[in-house]
């Protein structure tokens, strides 16, 4: 097999236009991928679908692709979101990884009272997103938000988004998502759990629900996926 | 918070029978989390559900634990199987911590035409199994089999066990699995997807149907989390 390497660049994308491509981009195609004038790429900027597009210039930092036609139309996941309680590194970049794939429009982490990790690298995330789609064949890259406390989001929650909560010390709790095909966010707890003040106030919002994730205790990372991945096959665009 | 040492030893486990550990389980319980004489573990065989016991007995390379009483039932995943075709090795791990997880009974890694790594060392995932199961409060450990050809294992397949497989390479197609409570298994080929032959062989078989997981393109450990998550929460004891 010969994949193409797809390269998302925050570009205006149009037949003929000239991309310029930045070190990591040049480095990437010429030296990994070793593509010379005339190789061909598929190019993405998260708005106008995707691109093949063909090396026009190549220099030792810096190169120029020129768009040829459009190769895909613009396809952007619904309007969920995502929150999460940023766990050790490794986890939270597989988190971002995974919710890119699976499809949300933003990727918010929050702090929660029980989060052990207080700062997350939001460019870093970025990042991971970026190659997450690049990867999967998307034309569409999450926004990652600034890590928030969650008491904080909860103050300016719009009502009209449903909340879907997991709480992973509550194996066995919950329900199932219906569709509804509204807007949503998915929240999914740290490790040790939710505090009793946070599951209070979230079990008092009549937009907010726990979601069911079965009999056995998911770590965190894995509740991220199971927890988008029901929402999408009974409410998003899985169905 | 403080976390009871959970342990999965294949030994009976029965109120005052004497366990004894071997010199992982020495150095885990005594060098790591640091008990002494009088130390509460839990402990579970995969049979007997979870027990209570007691250190009472420290050495260097060895010790010997007591079981006092049973803390929680013995409880097993539905009767479901997963399939997959080994990828590298981080992800391989990671697709066997999940699907311990996530609660299945079997985990068979298969060659397909399409798979690129020969071979996988049963004992190191083995390994993993019992380390997600002590991680996730669980007390059952799925098998982890030899890997087998795919063709092999289609020869002997028992009609009555329903097959959903998962073909990462189209996106969009497939069906959702409807509550049926039967034996099931969940394929997921490789990131280079199943070939022609694989395919239409799986097509012609009465128990075997091709699961939806959505318009993106998910990599072959995201379509383990997501198949096995959806097979249990619409037909396993997540419902």
Not at 60 to 82: K, N
Not at 218 to 239: F, H, N
């Amino acid at each position: 097999m010969v994949a193409i390497p797809r390269l998302y660049m925050d570009q205006p994308l149009a037949g003929g236009e000239s991309l310029t491509l930045d070190q990591a981009g040049a480095n990437y195609l010429f030296n990994v991928m070793r593509l010379g004038t005339g190789g061909v790429v598929e190019v993405f900027n998260g708005r106008d679908g995707a691109w093949r597009a063909e090396v026009v210039e190549v220099g030792r930092r810096r190169g120029v692709l020129r768009a040829a036609e459009r190769v895909a139309p613009q396809r952007d996941p619904p309007d969920l979101w995502l929150l999460f309680a940023p766990v050790k590194k490794s986890r939270t970049d597989f988190i971002v990884e995974k919710a890119t794939e699976l499809g949300v429009a933003r990727i918010l982490p929050v702090s929660t009272d029980f989060t052990n990790s207080a700062r997350v690298n939001r460019e870093r995330l970025r990042a991971h997103a970026v190659e997450a789609a690049e990867q999967c064949g998307g034309t569409f890259v999450p926004e990652v938000g600034e890590m928030e406390p969650l008491a904080r989001l909860l103050d300016g929650w719009d009502s009209r988004r449903a909340l879907w909560f997991c709480d992973m010390t509550e194996a066995g709790g919950g329900t199932m998502p219906e569709v509804d095909g509204g807007a949503a966010a998915v929240l999914v707890g740290p490790e040790g759990g939710l505090s009793e003040g946070e599951r209070g106030r979230l079990s008092a919002f009549p937009f907010a629900r726990a979601m069911a994730l079965g009999p056995r205790v998911l770590r965190a990372d894995t509740a991220v996926v199971s927890a988008l991945t029901i929402w999408q096959s009974r409410c998003g665009d899985w169905r």
